[in-house]
């Protein structure tokens, strides 16, 4: 029956083991041709026929009959509006989410630095901004206001000269929250549209949206593809895939806690992934009959029942050491380390976006508000990615002054490996500022 | 006539300038849909048949018939052969270019750190090595020693668990240049493969090459479409464009130099970009005249006067503030400042790869052995990326530890906005963790 509660329980003592969890684990974001096309053919007409081609797939695809694109954007008086119109609770506590994610990146800001070698050289790193950054807000039931928060502020503290956002409002709804977190969030302006057209519009520029250096925040498989195209173009950050939690528990946090941290990334999305992990199979036991118990209380249980049914499991592994070997393996975007010593696990953790340590620090406190952001590697991709931080909002640019002294000595070297790669134009441009 | 000297000349002050520089900057890699496929072939040939297709695939298109993946495979002993055997005073330029870029990379590393807050929260961000990276090197005419320093070194400073590097050998025909260099970089594999199965085995793991985390390194057309096709799967570098060089004169730099100075970026392929900007009219006249000069003398000559007369340009402008107006708007891969007073440009730049400062740097100390990786963003891309470095190496997790006390205080505000994005177990997961 479709209502019973199904959860997947694996051993690590089990011989099919790294088989099954290879099978849990597995994800692969399809874009088949037929996406691929239709972004191709929508991309290429925005870059030839600009606002005439936003404004017809606005239409087409947003049911939003819009004669200008003046009726599709929204300057900053109209998102200060949204903040007011709010209620004081949501105000109160969209600045106090501000605020704290702010204080945290400001930590995460480089800087510039230069030294100077014995014989005069100087070395260094100049950091610089984004002239211009573009945050894409899905629309419909993910238009999410704490995304708003943590793809613009970053981009803010980063020092980004402009910031510029485009959400889809299909039919013409409009969400306030989202532009509330907009306003607080430091942007400037905001376009109504949406999918591929958006992304292209922020890529190559329009007569009415500006072009921008690098494209971040989340999209259906449309926008993921649309924006793999335009890498290059501008930057993008990573093409997330569904939402994951892996939960170490060792044994002594509250299951009903654990069910409903558990349940928080399950209700997300049919695809996330909820996965727990502990070397007490009693505990296992305890969660799993937690679970089975609330699933039914929550708002949205289809999702999170479909979503534990598929791609969640409770995990039997032999002590600590096995735990985090399956964290590191996993290299998941968010992991909770429901026990007693984070402190001592935390070293040992060498993949994973975010870290939730210890039994009070629930994944949602770090979804909204605690300070880091919550745009994080998904789907193993925290093997080589880094959660969303101020340093993709800026660039270095390597610096070197050679002095006449040292542009003699180093050009001996710069010309031996030249003419070892027959690159004689470099040997000689090295060789005129060499003396004797 | 083809021999002819022929390079453009523009002025900011011409009529039609903005759209002659956009037509000059203009580039855009074409990858067709018949190297699409391809690609999507070859990388789903690697991904079933591992090491048997490498093997089919290096016969085909390297022409090099290996029983089995052992004879396409040279470990450190190899190496280091290579190292004794290629010439002393190689084996010192390469010494002393890789202890420079060793000791400049040195710097670029960032520590984790943590911060506790006035109620006990604990945030921070923890920074990690990739555990495996590969390199991609190319064969043939393209196999520069250089790269592979460029490449590899800040991956072993960043701590990078292994380093593995793919070069193909067509014909059989290995480069001991190319793996002494790996020697040096602290290359621990190679294999002698390439193109589009190269990456792919990189990206996905075969019997014998191991799945890396991140694959850097320049390649052809299909190297670039199979970097973007595993992007995700694997982290890539940038995808890079022809080599640009932008010169900014003040007109009191010896035209010979500067002459050998954009010829050396313009030797490396007819696509390769070479700019000056001066305004000093004269000054430009003379550079161009030592241009025709010199050029006759280039060994690599063909290809520096296809560079020069396709994608050159000697431009006049009003003033030094214009010039860094310019380089601002074509954000070059390589700027020389040529002038007097660099140190007072400086901070008005707000995009270029990197930086040459004053008369004595040319680009040819930076390209081998200044300390900075010669890896740029190229294209303009520098108005949004990198060179490349060792936080290309490494990635962050951020942390969170809530007390009691915290996770009740945060937990409010989480609450609040979770019910607002009608995401209640989040609400309810941190709702649990309140007290009052």
Known sequence: MST???????????????????????????SDTRVQHSVDEIIAAVRQQGDAALLEYTRRFDRLDAGSMAELSLGSQRLAEAFERIDSQQREALEVAAQRVREYHQRQKPTSWQYAEADGTVLGQQVTPLDRAGIYVPGGKAAYPSSVLMNALPAHVAGVGEIVMTVPTPGGVINDLVLAAAHVAGVERVFT?????????????????????????????????????VFGQVGIDMIAGPSEILVVSDGSTDPDWLAMDLFSQAEHDEDAQAILVSWDEAHLDAVQDAMQRLLPT???????????????????????????????????EHLELSVGNPEELLPMVRHAG???MGRYTSEALGDYCAGPNHVLPTSGTARFSSPLGVYDFQKRSSIIHCTAE?????GKTASVLARGESLTAHARSAEYRMRD
Chains 1, 2 share one sequence.
Do not use: H
């Open 4 to 30: 019973e509660f199904e959860v997947a329980r694996l051993s690590s003592a089990d011989a099919d083991f790294e088989e099954r969890l290879d099978a849990l684990l597995a994800w692969e974001s399809v």
């Open 193 to 229: 549209i949406g999918g591929a057209q958006a992304v292209a519009a922020m890529a190559y520029g329009t007569e009415s949206v500006p072009r921008v250096d690098k494209i971040v925040g989340p999209g259906n498989i449309f926008v993921a593809t649309a924006k793999r195209a």
């Open 298 to 332: 929550l708002e949205r249980e289809p999702i999170a029942r479909a979503s534990i049914a598929a791609r969640g499991a409770l995990i039997a592994c032999r002590d600590q050491a096995e735990a985090i070997e399956l964290v590191n393996r996993i290299a998941p």
């Open 354 to 356: 975010a870290i939730f």
């Open 406 to 410: 040292s542009a003699s000595q180093l």
